[in-house]
């Protein structure tokens, strides 16, 4: 509902009746106009205050929270941090967007994908990822079986009609991609296409974003390469992964495979997630025991370090699964020592 508009209507309205007619012939009609309009105003403002509703006030897209939350918790992801920041940015700026916004993340596990995630939800809706505007879907959990590719695209497309008719500023968000059976996302073409024909919804106000593991690998090679061209990460941009991210996730079996979605270009930005190294990997140890109130010696550190796994081969500089599974270690590390303090203090 866009109350301004309709009061500027009103106004123009009344201001032309003012041209051709007296004050009572104008503004007695208009009486009952104002007062139901007042009613439900007041109605809706008392319904948003205690229910979320699909505003600014509950969708506050706040994007200095987001850059916050980018910069200073998440490691590694500069060409996340820019491209889903500048994205979103652009996304919301525009009243009528021509179509919804959609990206996708690829990259080796526990690097960030879902991670990132979690901070567009908590910086876009007020209410996180408790909105009811937030909708996540993840590969084996909601689509098991390979047998069911028709009902899952009727319960998918019915799944999105329900949600966009409550908002059209919802947020979507596939889980594990590369875990969906083939064809089930072509059920999604007609959402995510330019000048959409949905008859009663608009869906050019969402987002959606893909996660999966799909082209991890030939990322971490593109970096290898690119480092050894003499490009360092930092300097490393989204061209340099872009074509083959779309190829990568084309080619390679589930969720995109032979996709109507990929074949008529309607992901507008395939994000890499960049495999992390040991900088990085040593940054969430430390974070991992900051969580717990501990502040970690080089040796702690290092014992963290020490569970671990580096690859590929050579040049053997990146996690094999990034930050993931970090917390629980730490978590032992820390009631070791404490177990061990508590017998030292008792002799
Ligand atoms: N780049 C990063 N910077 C800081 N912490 C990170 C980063 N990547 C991962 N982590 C930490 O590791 C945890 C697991 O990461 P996340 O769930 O985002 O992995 P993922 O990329 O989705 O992996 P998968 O493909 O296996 O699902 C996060 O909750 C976070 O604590
Ligand atoms: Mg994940």
């Known amino acids: 509902m866009n109350i301004t508009r309709i009061i500027h209507w009103l106004f123009v309205i009344l201001i032309s009746c003012f041209a051709y007619f007296d004050y009572g012939e104008c503004v007695v009609p208009l009486i009952p106009i104002a007062v139901g309009g007042v009613a439900s105003i007041a109605s809706y403002m008392a319904r948003c205050y205690f229910k979320e509703c699909c505003t600014d006030e509950y969708i506050p897209a706040n994007f200095s929270k987001l850059e916050t939350a980018l910069k200073t918790e998440v490691y590694g992801q500069h060409l996340a941090h820019q491209t889903v920041l500048n994205a979103l940015k652009g996304h919301f700026r525009t009243t009528e967007p021509k179509k919804a916004l959609v990206m996708s993340f690829h990259g080796l596990p526990g690097i960030g994908k879902n991670y990132v995630a979690n901070f567009i939800t908590d910086a876009l ?10 909708h996540f879907y993840k590969g084996r959990l909601n689509f098991p079986s390979d047998e069911k590719v028709e009902e899952y695209k009727e319960w998918i497309q019915k799944e999105l009609l329900t949600h966009l008719r409550t908002c059209q500023r919802s947020l979507f968000i596939f889980d594990e991609v590369d875990k969906i ?22 869906p050019t106000g969402a987002i959606f974003i893909f996660l999966s593991n799909t082209g991890g690998t030939l990322i971490a090679q593109r970096l290898i390469k690119l480092w050894k061209d003499g490009k360092k990460r930092e300097e490393t941009e989204l061209q340099d992964f872009e074509n083959l991210l779309a190829r990568g996730a084309f080619n390679e ?20 997630f960049l495999p992390l190294e040991e900088v990085h990997v040593r940054a969430c140890i430390i974070d991992a025991f900051r969580r717990r109130e501990v502040e970690p010696s080089d040796a702690m550190i290092a014992e963290g370090l020490s569970h671990v796994t580096f690859g590929p081969d050579t040049p053997n500089i990146y996690s ?24 030292k203090d008792s002799n």
């Open 125 to 134: 809706y007020k209410k996180g990822a408790e909105s009811q505007y937030v």
């Open 181 to 202: 059976p083939e064809g089930v996302l072509n059920a999604l073409v007609p959402f995510l296409d330019y000048h959409p024909m949905i008859p009663g919804i608009n």
């Open 320 to 343: 094999t699964a990034g930050c993931k599974r970090l917390d629980h270690k730490i978590s032992l590390i820390i009631q070791r020592d404490q177990i061990l303090q508590k017998l």
């Open 253 to 272: 079996k589930g969720g995109f495979h032979k996709c109507e979605t990929i074949e008529v270009s309607l992901i507008d930005y395939y994000i890499p």
